[in-house]
């Protein structure tokens, strides 16, 4: 890896200040098993100046009971929240979801903050300078995406424009589902947004200055049905090639209400407005399951080589109304 | 606000590996471990523990697994310069110092001819070795799970089942 400046930061004050300093030429690192990927790749339109480490701040490792919520610390690891008996017994949809991420090896260091904040792995995004040269795809300033015409079978099938690239990230879908909110302090101060409002088309909304301290659970009530299903070709280190997480309120066999969340078809975790307006007071069925899959997916344009996702995510919601494996 | 400090600490590094310590000074020098080193290369390159592998040098494959505190990670994905203060175990700190006897987890390897190549072995031994330390009796199920990090391009997967499930037979309580 090319050099840069390293810093073991006590403080989140102190990570900001130097955020600050750095003007946008420093990275945070936390567990690393992203980040170090793309600083050997250099995939970053410039390299950064500077690594500021992260696990060296006290506190934000953490996973806190309260009443209504449920606090997890940025730096909390996932095997940290796989094996808490708490998540487990709250959330166990988000167990799964960090269950389902690369190896036991990754999940021993990787941050909740950084699988939320990782990069995309948009193969022509990925693509490493050292071979051939550097795919300027529009991600990294160029004019199209390569995928459109390209290699497209992993890519966006909804909601896409200028980049066709889809976030990665396990723990943002079931996050969605919960309608967890994060705790993000900059220079400005702290502020508070939604999970489901984390992303845009290009990254997320962090501003160079910032970085997320904690995320939030409300705890489901009265309680849901909880699921969270990923679709790979092998069980270990593939990422989705299309995963659904769900949080269903049921009174007897009827729905009040609910939250489904597709990933790994669009840019963010994509909410299935459509299908959760059609299941409220609905009875659950095969027949419902049906429809709602069908809603979901209302609207989707895949390209050349990705069509058969729609297909994938349609059982995955379908599995989710109707509770099955 | 706390104040940044002037220069960039630390200016040395010490690492426990296999029980010992070791200092570096930072910086680009041919002696020297810099910033953006990885714990392999560091472990490779300066401290010629060369058990550890590099093989895909992204996180994928497992080839590079050591232990930090006891638990196996990808020191291919770390930087040295954040391991200051761990316990780091590799390959070559698994058998007995002072009679140079193998763990009996190598010996089971060897009897049973878990490896062709040989490459992934160290990493898929180093993996076995942090599931063991917390749960000596595991399942075939809990073993498979645990190795789910470590790719064997030779496929000797079966062979390595073998050899951990026999060493479970004999250490621990199946
Ligand atoms: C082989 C492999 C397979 C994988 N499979 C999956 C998978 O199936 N599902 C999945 O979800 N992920 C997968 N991942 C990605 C993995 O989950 C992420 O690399 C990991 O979660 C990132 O966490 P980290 O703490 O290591 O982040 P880092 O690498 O330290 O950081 C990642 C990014 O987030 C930023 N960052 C980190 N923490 C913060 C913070 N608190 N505030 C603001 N910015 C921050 C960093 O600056 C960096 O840009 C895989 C990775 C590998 C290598
Ligand atoms: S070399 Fe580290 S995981 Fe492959
Ligand atoms: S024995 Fe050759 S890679 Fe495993």
Redesign the interface.
Known sequence: MKSFVHFNTRSVDEAIHLLKKYEGKAKINAGGTDLLGVLKDRILPEYPEAIINIKTIPGLSMIEDGEEKILIGALTTLADIINSSLIEKTFPLLKEAALSVASPQIRNVATIGGNLCQDTRCWYYRYPDGIGGRINCFRKGGKTCPAVSGENQYHAVIGAKKCYAVCPSDLAVALTALGANLTIAGQKGVRTIPVEEFYHPLGNTLSPDEMITAIHIPKPFPVARQTFHKFTLRKPIDFAVVSVSSLIFLDQEICTSSRIVLGAVASAPFRAYKAEEFLKEKKLSAKTAEEAARLALDGSKPLAKNAYKVEIAKTLVKRAVQGTE | ??S?PKK???HTLSLTVNGETHSFILG?GPNEV?????LAQTLREKLGLTGTKISC????C?SC?VL?NG????S????T??CEGKEITTIEGLSDPKTGNLDPLQQSFIDHTAFQCGFCTPGIIM?TK?LLNTNPSPTVDEVK??L???FCRCISHYHVLDAVMDVVKKEGNQ
Do not use: Y
């Not at chain 2, 040098?57 to 994928?60: C, N, P, S, T, Y």
């Open positions: 606000m706390t940044i960039h600490p630390p680009k810099s910033p953006s080193h990885t040098d992204r996180g994928a497992g697994t930090l638990k196996a990670v990808f291919c994905m770390l930087l310069v954040e993996s942090a799970e645990a789910s990090g470590n």
